[in-house]
């Protein structure tokens, strides 16, 4: 059991370049999530998916897109890189029924630098 | 939207000293409030979590106290140790109806002397 699973673990870019992150889990929750951290910032919800089949945004989605591709896996997408974008990414899982929240599970991180 | 404060940012003690850590936060209907620790270079995990019919909960070394009323709820550690030091965040979502995400405050780093 792997738990959340992300790729790349480094990652460099040029501005304006374009890169997809992976994010997969093996635990069958319904829900996953992608953050951004930044130092002093806090995590920062950049799109959500609650279940297969739907993504929302969250608090930063500017510059990002992401896909659900299936139950486990959970993509973001960096159409046009920009140095703001360096940060280090996160994703995250967990079981979400009937209105009742539970623990939120999240992978290893993607750390981003934006040249 | 909710917004959750967390201080202080940066908190330093002697091992074998307690440290407390708080959060307030503005939208009166969140009802869940969880803890996490993330140490240098990893994810963060859940440490501890309360949810909002109860005022404290103990879990070891480590408490979380919950006031409803004025809107905060705090992470308490007791004999620190040095593989206590770590950045912690709080978070908070309202359980129920709807679907509602984790707005976490902006961590407080820990650091335990030895």
């Known amino acids: 059991n792997a738990g959340v699973t992300q790729t790349p673990k480094f990652q460099v870019l040029k501005t304006g370049q374009s890169m997809t992150l992976q994010c997969a889990q093996d635990?069958?929750?319904?829900?996953m999530y992608w953050y951004r951290q930044d130092p002093g910032m806090g995590l920062r919800l950049i799109y959500y998916s609650a279940s297969e089949g739907t993504t929302d945004k969250g608090e930063v989605p500017n510059g990002y897109n992401v896909s659900r591709l299936n139950k486990r896996e959970f993509s973001l997408r960096l159409e046009s890189a920009a140095p703001s974008q360096t940060s280090v990414y996160f994703c995250?899982?967990?079981?979400?029924?009937?209105?009742?929240?539970?623990?939120?599970?999240f992978g290893p991180g993607t750390r981003l630098t934006v040249t | 939207g909710e917004n959750v404060e967390q201080h202080p940012s940066t908190l330093s003690v002697q091992e074998g000293d307690s440290a407390v850590i708080k959060c307030t936060y503005s939208?009166?209907?969140?009802?869940?409030f969880p803890w996490y620790k993330q140490e240098l270079g990893k994810r963060p995990q859940l440490i501890i979590d309360i949810r909002s019919n109860v005022g404290e909960k103990k879990d070891q070394r480590i408490a979380v106290t919950l006031n409803k009323t004025a809107k905060h709820f705090s992470l308490h550690i007791t004999e620190t140790q040095p593989e206590d030091s770590a950045v912690y965040f709080c978070?908070?979502?309202?359980?129920?109806?709807?679907?509602?995400?984790?707005?976490f405050g902006k961590g407080t780093m820990l650091l335990v002397s030895p």
């Open positions: 939208d009166s209907a969140s009802n869940y």
């Open positions: 995250a899982s967990r079981v979400s029924l009937a209105g009742v929240t539970y623990e939120q599970y």
């Open positions: 978070a908070a979502s309202k359980q129920g109806s709807g679907y509602s995400t984790l707005t």
């Open positions: 635990m069958n929750h319904n829900s």
